[in-house]
Structures are given as C-alpha cells and as structure tokens.
C-alpha cells in the first residue's frame, strides 16, 4: 500500500499513447528514439566487421622481396596491396561509418531529440558510408566516381530526414515519378 498513489492522477497528467504509424510534427521518419537506437547499434556492428574482414582477404603466405613480385607478409590485407587507393578509401568509409553511428548512439543514449541536426547528420554520414563500402569493395568504377556516389548518398539522405514530410514527398515525385502525375 505505502507504493500507491492516492488519489490516482487526473487524466490530464497520464501519458496519451501515441496509436502506432503517427508521426509528430517534428519527427524525421516517424522514428523514435529506440528505433534509431537499433538502428545504430546495426550500423555499428556492420562497419566494424566491415573494417575487420577486407575484401579480397588476406595473404595466407610471407613472399619476401625478390625483384619479380610485391612482397607481404601473412595476414596483410590482399585489397592493401594489390588496390591500395581503393583500400584506403574503403577503411576510411568503414571508419567514418562506425565513428558516425557510435555518435548516433551516443546522442541517443544521452536523450538528445531524434530530429536533432546531430542525430539527423550522423544518421545520413553512418547510412551512406555503408553505401560507399559496398561500392569500394565490389572495384568495378574509378574511385572519384564512387566518392561522388558516396557525397550525392549523403545529400539525398540529409535532404529527407531534414525537410518535412509533405515537401519530402515532392522531392521523391520530383526525382522518383513520372513528372506528368
């Protein structure tokens, strides 16, 4: 008895639960804060595997240097040495990745609001660096071309979870539709 409160509180003061698929005014998505929770941990599990599994493997043999060949050594990344710009900019994603969604993460953790331009830019830099992970490791364009992927990824992204939702959708008809309808 001494947990209860008397007389209960007037309805005014309970908490309204929200019915599932509304969307506040001011809430990018319709997400709260437990879903981007989710969201982050995902991201940030994926781009630390992502920077501990290259692409291409690793060398299973020492081959010292003789003149004819590269040498490296057992365990050394095969992308490092064969593709080495390539390389780099794939760890560079996979770092920007993993650094922008731990900030994610954090920023939520410490209650900060989920249409915070914080949250909003990690989320967009995070997202689009997993884009441009994929798109490094596969090595079938030129390296300026997938950082521009990568640059129009993040603007698009930014652009969505930025403005509001009945300018979200022109922007979508704009790019996505016939321009007839």
């Known amino acids: ?7 209960p509180p007037p309805a005014a003061m309970a908490p309204q639960p929200q019915p599932h698929g509304q969307v506040a005014a001011n809430n990018w998505a ?12 995902l991201i940030t599990t994926l781009t630390y595997q992502l920077g501990c599994s290259v692409p291409g493997g690793y060398w299973q043999d020492t081959l010292p240097a003789d003149g004819k060949q590269k040498p490296h050594e057992a365990g050394d990344p095969i992308m490092r040495d064969k593709h080495p710009q390539r390389y780099w900019v794939f760890m560079a994603a996979s ?5 922008a969604s731990m900030m994610m993460t954090l920023s939520l953790l410490v209650r900060l609001p989920v249409d915070s331009r914080q949250v909003r830019w990690s989320f967009a830099v995070a997202y689009s660096s997993l884009v441009l992970t994929f798109i490094v490791s596969q090595a079938k364009t030129h390296i300026s071309i997938d950082i521009a992927i990568w640059l129009v990824t993040v603007v698009f992204l930014w652009l969505m979870i930025s403005v509001r939702p009945e300018h979200r959708a022109r922007i979508l008809r704009f790019f996505c539709c016939n321009r007839e309808n």
């Open 1 to 7: 008895m001494s947990g209860q409160v008397y007389p």
């Open 30 to 41: 319709g997400n709260d804060a437990n879903t981007l929770l989710v969201v982050a941990t």
């Open 95 to 99: 770092w920007m990745g993993f650094l």
